[in-house]
T-cell receptor, first 113, second 114 residues
Framework: DTGVSQDPRHKITKRGQNVTFRCDPI?????LYWYRQTLGQGPEFLTY????????KSRLLSDRFSAERPKGSFSTLEIQRTEQGDSAMYLC???????????FGEGSRLTVL | GNSVTQMEGPVTLSEEAFLTINCTYT??????LFWYVQYPGEGLQLLLK?????DKGSNKGFEATYRKETTSFHLEKGSVQVSDSAVYFC?????????????FGQGTILTVHP
């Protein structure tokens, strides 16, 4: 399967712990995006990369959030000192340049107790 | 800023019924408009798109027309099937260098009964 894959699919953690999500995009796609989706809402943009460069970050991305794409391939999203309000589905997507056709993974669901 | 408003759901229809899901938007400039669909247990996928006013996007029997005068992009299908049961999201992008930075509506759950 050459789609976008995310790991883990579900993470349960205690408040204050750090968590990291991984995304493997479609190999030939230059752009990689992170979105967050809460229950009953549409996805909200967090950040995106073009190759290894992080080009934009949303104001939703507090200092506790950091994303990397070190070699322009896979990406990680780390949340430090998790809070209950961080509970959400974290979606990764990839695309070719200059297109709104994003290919989404199935998401990583975070539950903070 | 940009925003997308979808009709509140959920929507429940019988098979072969006509479907309309309303979507209106607020944006500066000339956005591109999209409908994404999420089937149970799957990731979001693009259903159709339109990049300029009066364009009609179509796919799998679904259609939507980019209406700049009413700032709308309503999704329609003439005869729905049980397999169309999913969550539908309207979205826009302002384009330019941030083309994949999408603003989504809240989603509309569609359930089709046999």
């Amino acid at each position: 399967d050459t789609g976008v894959s995310q790991d883990p699919r579900h993470k349960i953690t205690k408040r204050g712990q750090n968590v990291t999500f991984r995304c493997d995009p479609i190999s030939e796609h230059n752009r990689l995006y992170w979105y967050r989706q809460t229950l009953g809402q549409g996805p909200e943009f967090l950040t995106y990369f073009q190759n290894e460069a992080q080009l934009e970050k949303s104001r939703l991305l507090s200092d506790r959030f950091s994303a990397e794409r070190p070699k322009g391939s896979f990406s990680t999203l780390e949340i430090q000192r998790t809070e209950q309000g961080d509970s959400a589905m974290y979606l990764c997507a990839s695309s070719e340049l200059n297109t709104g056709e994003l290919f989404f993974g199935e998401g990583s669901r975070l539950t903070v107790l | 800023g940009n925003s997308v408003t979808q009709m509140e759901g959920p929507v429940t229809l019988s098979e072969e019924a006509f479907l309309t899901i309303n979507c209106t938007y607020t944006a500066t400039g000339y956005p591109s408009l999209f409908w994404y669909v999420q089937y149970p247990g799957e990731g979001l996928q693009l259903l159709l798109k339109a990049t300029k006013a009066d364009d009609k996007g179509s796919n799998k029997g679904f259609e939507a027309t980019y209406r700049k005068e009413t700032t709308s992009f309503h999704l329609e299908k003439g005869s729905v099937q049980v397999s169309d049961s999913a969550v539908y999201f309207c979205a826009l992008t302002a384009g330019g260098t941030s083309y994949g930075k999408l603003t989504f509506g809240q989603g509309t759950i569609l359930t089709v009964h046999p």
